[in-house]
């Protein structure tokens, strides 16, 4: 099993609303990712957790906060967001050391800020 | 200049075609070398890996990677109109967290 999975395939929300991003891997990796994505651009990373613990941030707005409640599961919150953070947010995990350390990634969430 | 680049397309090829995508890198510490293709408004799929220099083969994808001159390639045999996606190149520092892409190139093959 090779999948990441990745609720709610689209969001819409208002600038004031909170919600959440959720991301689930079963295949006992201990890095987990999010990534956002605009059209015809690539992936730019935001978030990395190894061990279930925050190892890079790549300066993303507070409005933007990241949670790993087990080696499983990657949360991502939304609060006050921006309509230019409308994009597809991509979940990825890969093992943490060794060869094999391709990244595997989620379908996405498509988040439409109005 | 950018870490990883690779030409944008769009990139148009007959059926049955032979396909030859390519990334050039900047950073000699790169280990991993992976190719995703992915579909509009889809995530990334994982097509190929490649641990250091050599090539690698799966169907009809061959992978090629050439670390002294920072080159790798992904070559597509018989294409298929399927195969019409976006390919984005990515790459990773031995024990390095963070995998950096490639632009992508728009790849359409016609029936």
């Known amino acids: 099993d090779t999948e990441v999975t990745q609720t709610p395939k689209h969001l819409v929300m208002g600038m004031t609303n909170k919600k959440s991003l959720k991301c689930e891997q079963h295949?006992?990796?201990?890095?987990m990712y999010w990534y956002k994505q605009k059209a015809k651009k690539p992936p730019e990373l935001m978030f990395v957790y190894s061990y279930e613990k925050l190892s890079i941030n790549e300066s993303v707005p507070s409005r933007f906060s990241p949670e790993c409640p087990n080696s499983s599961l990657l949360n991502l919150h939304l609060h006050a967001l921006q309509p230019e953070d409308s994009a597809l947010y991509l979940c990825a995990s890969s093992q943490e050391q060794g060869a094999f350390t391709e990244a595997f990634f989620g379908q996405g969430t498509r988040l439409t800020v109005v | 200049q950018k870490e990883v680049e690779q030409d944008p397309g769009p990139l148009s090829v007959p059926e049955g075609a032979i396909v030859s995508l390519n990334c050039t890198y900047s950073?000699?510490?790169?280990?991993?070398f992976m190719w995703y293709r992915q579909y509009s408004r889809k995530g990334p799929e994982l097509l190929m890996y490649t641990y250091s220099s050599g090539n690698k083969e799966d169907g009809r994808f061959t992978a090629q990677v050439d670390k002294s001159s920072k080159y790798i390639s992904l070559f597509i045999r018989d294409s298929q109109p399927s195969d019409s996606a976006t390919y984005l190149c990515?790459?990773?520092?031995?024990?390095?967290?963070?995998?950096?892409f490639g632009p992508g190139t728009r790849l359409s093959v016609l029936p």
């Open positions: 990515a790459m990773k520092v031995d024990y390095g967290q963070n995998f950096v």
């Open positions: 295949m006992g990796h201990r890095a």
């Open positions: 950073n000699s510490a790169f280990q991993y």
